[in-house]
C-alpha cells in the first residue's frame, strides 16, 4: 500500500478554517485519497474521498494538488466536536484492497 | 436506519477464557471488516468478511482469533484462551460494497485481567 505522510498534531482555534496536510508521493494512478476521523473514545467516521478533483460535502472540502502528491482536508470553520485524529489513506479502487490502512494521523486540537 | 452496532460495549475477561466480539453491520450491508487498535497506537485490519466467506484474514493472528459472519445474525470475532495482549478496542466496520466507504460501530473494550 502507498504510504501517506502527516504532521503529527495541529492546532486551531474555534470558528477559524484548518487545513490538514497529507503527502502520498508514491500515490498511483488508481489510488483514492480518503480521509477518516476517530473523536475520542469512537470509532472511525469517514470524512471525504476524492481522485482527481477537489470535493465538496457537508463536512468538509478536499483540495488535491495537480500532480496528486498531497491534499489537504479543509475545515471551514473548526468547531470543539471536531477534535479528532484524522487519517489521510490511500486506497485502490479494485477488488482485493478493501481494508483501509491507517497510519498514525494528525491529532487535532480545537481551541476555544 | 441504525448504524453499525457492537455488544458488549466492554468485555473483561480472565487470562485463558474466550472472549466473543458481536457486530451487526447496517441494513443492507453484506461486507463486514474487523480492526483493532491497541492502546496508544493505530487501528490495524484483522480480517474482512462477505456473509459466509471470508475474504481476507491477511491480519489475523495465526493463533486463537477467528471470525465469522453466517447468513443469519451478526458477525462474530472469537479469541480463544485470552492473553493479556490481547486487551484492546475492537471495531467493527459494514459497508454495502467493497470499495464504498466503511461505516464504524462505536467498538468493544476488551480488558483481559
Known amino acids: 500500500d502507498a504510504k501517506t505522510t502527516q504532521p503529527n498534531s495541529m492546532e486551531s482555534n474555534e470558528e477559524e478554517p484548518v487545513h490538514l496536510p497529507c503527502n502520498h508521493s508514491?500515490?498511483?494512478?488508481?489510488?483514492?485519497i480518503h480521509w477518516y476521523r476517530q473523536l475520542p473514545s469512537q470509532g472511525p467516521e469517514y470524512v471525504i474521498h476524492?481522485?482527481?478533483s477537489n470535493v465538496n460535502n457537508r463536512m468538509a472540502s478536499l483540495a488535491i494538488a495537480e500532480d496528486r502528491k498531497s491534499s489537504t482536508l479543509i475545515l471551514h470553520r473548526a468547531t470543539l466536536r471536531d477534535a479528532a485524529v484524522y487519517y489521510c489513506?490511500?486506497?485502490?479502487?479494485?477488488?482485493?484492497?478493501?481494508?483501509?490502512?491507517f497510519g498514525k494521523g494528525t491529532k487535532l486540537t480545537v481551541n476555544p | 436506519n441504525a448504524g453499525v452496532m457492537q455488544n458488549p460495549r466492554h468485555l473483561v475477561r480472565r487470562r485463558g477464557q474466550e472472549a466473543r466480539l458481536r457486530c451487526s453491520p447496517m441494513?443492507?450491508?453484506?461486507?463486514v471488516y474487523w480492526y483493532r487498535q491497541l492502546p496508544e497506537e493505530g487501528l490495524k485490519f484483522m480480517v474482512y468478511?462477505?456473509?459466509?466467506?471470508?475474504?481476507?484474514e491477511s491480519g489475523m493472528p495465526k493463533e486463537r482469533f477467528s471470525a465469522e459472519f453466517p447468513k443469519e445474525g451478526p458477525s462474530i470475532l472469537r479469541i480463544q484462551q485470552v492473553v493479556r495482549g490481547d486487551s484492546a478496542a475492537y471495531f467493527c466496520?459494514?459497508?454495502?460494497?467493497?470499495?464504498?466507504?466503511?461505516?464504524f460501530g462505536p467498538g468493544t473494550r476488551l480488558t483481559v485481567t
Open positions: 466496520a459494514s459497508s454495502p460494497l467493497p470499495t464504498y466507504e466503511q461505516y
Open positions: 489513506i490511500l486506497r485502490k479502487d479494485q477488488g482485493g484492497s478493501e481494508k483501509l490502512v
Open positions: 468478511l462477505q456473509k459466509e466467506n471470508i475474504i481476507d
Open positions: 476524492g481522485l482527481t
Open positions: 441494513k443492507g450491508h453484506s461486507h
Open positions: 508514491t500515490i498511483s494512478g488508481t489510488d483514492y
